[in-house]
C-alpha cells in the first residue's frame, strides 16, 4: 500500500507535474507556474511559487481537477473493454465523488492511475 505523499506524487505525475529544483537548486519542489498548468488551484504562500507537498488528500478543490481528467480520460480514450476491466464498485467513487469521503476518493483516484500506468504502457 502506497503512503498518502507517493500516492500525491503519482497523481501529480499523471496530470504532468513533477518535484523540480528549478526554484531551488537541489530541492526539488512543485512549480506554481506547473500547477497551474496543470489545472490546479495553486496560489503562492510562504514558499513562494512552490509547494513541497500537494494536497490532493485534504482539498476538493486540488482533487477534482484529477477527478475531472480520469472521468474525461475514460470517456475519450478507453475502450469499452478496458473501462470493463477496471470497472468495480470503487469506479462510483470517482464518478461520482460527491458521494464519498474525499479519502475514499484520493485512494481510488490513485488506483486507477496506477492501473492506468500498468494497463497503458
Not at 507556474?33 to 500537494?54: V, Y
Request: aromatic share 12%.
Amino acid at each position: 500500500m502506497k503512503t498518502t505523499e507517493e500516492n500525491n506524487q503519482l497523481i501529480a505525475e499523471f496530470l504532468g507535474v513533477i518535484k523540480s529544483d528549478r526554484l531551488y537548486k537541489d530541492h526539488p519542489t512543485y512549480v506554481g507556474e506547473d500547477l497551474q498548468k496543470a489545472g490546479l488551484p495553486f496560489k503562492s504562500g510562504i514558499m513562494g511559487n512552490c509547494m513541497h507537498e500537494l494536497p490532493f488528500e485534504t482539498d476538493w478543490n486540488w482533487l477534482m481537477p484529477v477527478v475531472k481528467k480520469i472521468d474525461s480520460y475514460a470517456n475519450e480514450e478507453m475502450t469499452f473493454a478496458e473501462f470493463d476491466d477496471y470497472r468495480t464498485s470503487n469506479w462510483k467513487m470517482i464518478h461520482n465523488p460527491s458521494k464519498y469521503s474525499i479519502n475514499d476518493v484520493h485512494k481510488q483516484v490513485a488506483q486507477f492511475i496506477q492501473w492506468h500506468n500498468e494497463n497503458k504502457s
